[in-house]
């Protein structure tokens, strides 16, 4: 791991910035991931995997942690189960999962992509330096305190991050999380929890949000289209250069095939990755917390996305709304 690798510790060289809780350790983690993923998102042009996306799928994993949170309690009985230090670790891995974007060298007028599980991996490295030189930071101060995250603690974030690693179904022609399918494997609530709120979009935010992470992903899949875009040469790029033309109306095209692929992916493997999670809790989860993951919902994306091979242009640009998400600066 390089320098730049490193999450900075600058804030450590004064004592009083060395947490004294949990809670405290937690915040700085997310705070040094924050400050990471604000870099990338500068420096590698990120429209989707910025600070927007962080929230989101914070915010829906709360939401899930607190549909299930009564019937895990309720489970546990006589055991007792620290739900405050589960929620901790959930806040952490839903700020932290998405640090580092590393994507693979692509041609000219060709869509960038990252390869399975590398920028996931290159996120957990670096978290957990970090982590570990923050508890070394906090045992001189402190040999016994409770600020540091433990060796479980880590372990739960490794696995957590380790679940939003997608993989490509060729049969659905979408993305699922084979983590969640590994038969040699029980993973945690945290781990199943941010593996549902990554994708979750559909299922808990509906249509409208969907689309919107849909045209963010393909912006940054293709830096080469915002520049036709913000100079608005797009708009005449037929009678300019049809084959560019045809190369971005395809691109866009395979997007739009993708969203209902995904869809119709995420609605027949809803009710199998609920398994894990307390029985109690999945009719709170199937009618309340992700109330769009029905049928009627995936139809609408169905017939509400120009899947045509012979769609336009200027009918895809209409589709994507790509003016709603530009910063042409």
Known sequence: MNGDDRLNLFHLNDP???PQTIAETVAKVEQAALRRLAEETVRKKLYYHTEDHIRNVQRRSHQIFAAIAPALVQEAYPEPIDLSRMELMLNLCAVAHDMVQIFEP????????????VSEIATIDQLVQYIHDLNQAIEQQSSDSPARLTSRDI?????????TICAYDPE???????????SDLYPTIVTRILALADLGALGMDGIEVYNQEGSLLFLEEN???????CDGTIQ?????NPTL??????????RCCFQVNFAQSRLARFEQELQGFPDAAIPVLTNQTFQYMTPAIVHQVETATPTAEDTSLKELLTFF?????????
């Open 155 to 163: 372990a739960v974030i490794r696995e957590a991050i380790s679940a």
């Open 236 to 240: 005449q790029l037929e009678e300019t």
């Open 223 to 229: 830096p080469d289209v915002i520049a036709l875009l």
């Open 106 to 117: 692509c041609g000219q007028h060709m869509p960038r992509r990252r390869k399975a599980g």
């Open 172 to 182: 659905e022609q979408a993305i699922y999380q084979p983590l969640l399918y590994a």
């Open 321 to 329: 709304q790509f003016d709603r998400y530009l910063d042409c600066r």
């Open 245 to 254: 033309a045809e190369n971005v109306r395809q691109r866009m095209l395979k």
């Open 16 to 18: 009083s910035q060395i």
